[in-house]
Structure formats: C-alpha cells, structure tokens
C-alpha cells in the first residue's frame, strides 16, 4: 500500500538520483554538442560540463553548486492515498534530502529573505494531473536559479504573422539571457492559456525528453525552426561562442481567449535535472 513515509522514501531517492546523475537523453545530446564542435574555447567548456558530470556520478555528490528549487510533478492514478499524505511525504523527503544528499539550503521567504531550508510556504510546489494508471508517477525537477531567473512571459495581439512574432520574441529572450542560464540550455516555450497557464507550460515543456518528438507536426516544424535560429546565434556553451547554444527547444500550448496569445519561455542549465518513479498500489516501487 501507499503510505507517507513510502512518498518520503521515493522523494529521498529521486532527488539523490536527479542531483548526481543527468538523464540519458541530456547526457547523449551533450557529448553530441561536444563532438560537432569545432570552436576551441566551446570545446573546453563542454569537455568541463561532461567531467563534471562522470565526477558527480562517481562521488554521488550534486553536479552543480546550486542543487536547485524542488518542484514535483504528480501523475495521480487510481490510489486510496490522500493528497495530504502525498504532500507530506515529499515535504519530509525533502528536508531529509537537504541533510543527506546534501543539497543547498535555497528557499527563502520572498520579501524577508529569510530561510534555512528547502521547503517553506508553497514549496516544494506540487502539481498534480489525472492518469489512467494504478498508484502514482512522481517526478522531481530541481530548478536552479541562473536559469529560471531569465524566464520571461509577453502577451502578444492575435494579429496577423503570429509565429514570426513568437519567433522574434524568442529570440529577443534568448540573446538577453545570453550566458546567464549556463547554456548550452534546453528551452521551453508556453503559448496560449492565460498568463499563469503559458508561464507552466514552459515549465512543463522541459520535462519531455530531448529529441522527443512533438506529436502535432506543424508544432514540431516550429520547434525545429526555432532551435536552428537559436544556436545560428552563436552564444554557445556558457556564453562563450560555439554551435550549440540549446540542446532543445519544446513547445506546449494551450488553447486561448479569442483577443489573447500569451507566449512564456522557460529556460533549463545544462544540468537539466529531473528523475522519476512509479509508485503502485501494493507498494512496489518503479524508478523509472
């Protein structure tokens, strides 16, 4: 059965496993970025990146100083356990992962600046979406703070040439960042919803693998195009210049009001984080 202190186990394990090991699909498309490179200084910074990597995971210590904000992604299935239950696992795993793992104490109240922790009022977040399955899908995402602090939201007018508009918009973004989200970055792009809702498909966005494909295909031409145009930019690993300035862009949208185009873009360091497992009714434990 599905018990608290089975969340809180769950949540210990998945964030060790998202602080000291990069997923698969990031690792792969950085040595990719690394082999296409031919600018000399981009090929050091990559080269740093992978060696960080191969240490944090034969050290089991965090790959970045900044071990990130907790943000949970729940897929709630057919299950007896209560949101209260779930929500107080991840809390006490959490705090138990800031003391083992260790990670670092990065959430503060917003207008005192004060804090000694990883939780606090409405952190970690937990986001919750209904799915046919038995128990429930419990992803982490540490979100560092170099990358999430050049996120950027625009409401654009429904008018006329909207994606040549999304596409300088973008753009615009990504040369402001520059090197500050610690590129080469994985990029998220929200369109439609309201406001909030274009700002957490951004978010969501950075959870789909990098090469996964997106399932309307006018979306997925548009994801290509918009990745091509960001690394001809030539910002490159850490700000530095080279070819690969994004990994990945993926886009998630919604449907809007008929005088609204809200567009968001969320960004993602190269430590792309994030580590998974499927918790079933009897108990047993699938990391995923």
């Known amino acids: 059965m599905i018990t608290a202190e089975l969340i809180r186990e769950v949540t ?59 943000l949970f992604f729940i897929k709630l299935g057919r299950s007896s356990i209560a949101p209260d239950d779930i929500e107080a696992g991840i809390r006490q795993g959490v705090e138990d992962a800031t003391e083992e793992v260790p990670l670092r104490p990065n959430v503060v109240d917003p207008l005192t600046r004060e804090g000694a922790g990883n939780t606090g009022r409405g952190i970690p977040h937990i986001s ?43 753009l615009d973004a990504v040369l402001a960042a520059a090197g500050k989200p610690c590129p080469p970055t994985i990029i998220g792009v ?14 969501v966005a950075l959870l789909r693998p990098v090469g996964a494909v997106h399932p309307d295909a006018k979306i997925a031409r548009m994801e290509r195009e918009l990745l091509d145009a960001v690394n001809s930019l030539g910002i490159g690993p850490m700000g530095l210049g080279g070819k690969t300035t994004a990994l990945e862009l993926h886009i998630e949208t919604a449907g809007t ?25 009897d108990g047993a434990v699938e990391y995923l």
């Not at 979100?143 to 918009?169: A, C, H, W």
């Not at 009001?257 to 009714?281: D, E, G, M, Y």
Request: hydrophobic residues 40%; charged residues 25%.
């Open 12 to 70: 210990l394990t998945i964030l060790r496993k998202a602080e000291t090991s990069l997923p698969g699909d990031v690792k792969a498309a950085l040595m990719r970025a690394y082999e296409n490179e031919t600018d000399r200084i981009a090929r050091v910074e990559l080269k740093a990146i992978l060696d960080n990597i191969k240490l944090a995971e034969e050290l089991h210590r965090p790959m970045c100083q900044d071990t990130g904000i907790p």
């Open 128 to 170: 919750y979406e209904a799915a046919g399955i038995d128990g429930l899908e419990i992803t982490v995402m540490p979100k560092g703070g170099g990358s999430e602090n050049v996120g950027t939201y625009t409401m654009l007018t429904p008018e006329q040439e909207p994606m040549k508009r999304i596409r300088d918009f973008v």
């Open 190 to 203: 929200g369109i439609g919803g309201s406001a909030d809702i274009a700002m957490w498909l951004a978010k």
């Open 257 to 281: 009001h008929i005088t609204s185009l809200p567009v968001a873009i969320n960004f993602q360091c190269w430590a792309a984080r994030r580590a998974s497992a499927r918790i079933h009714n």
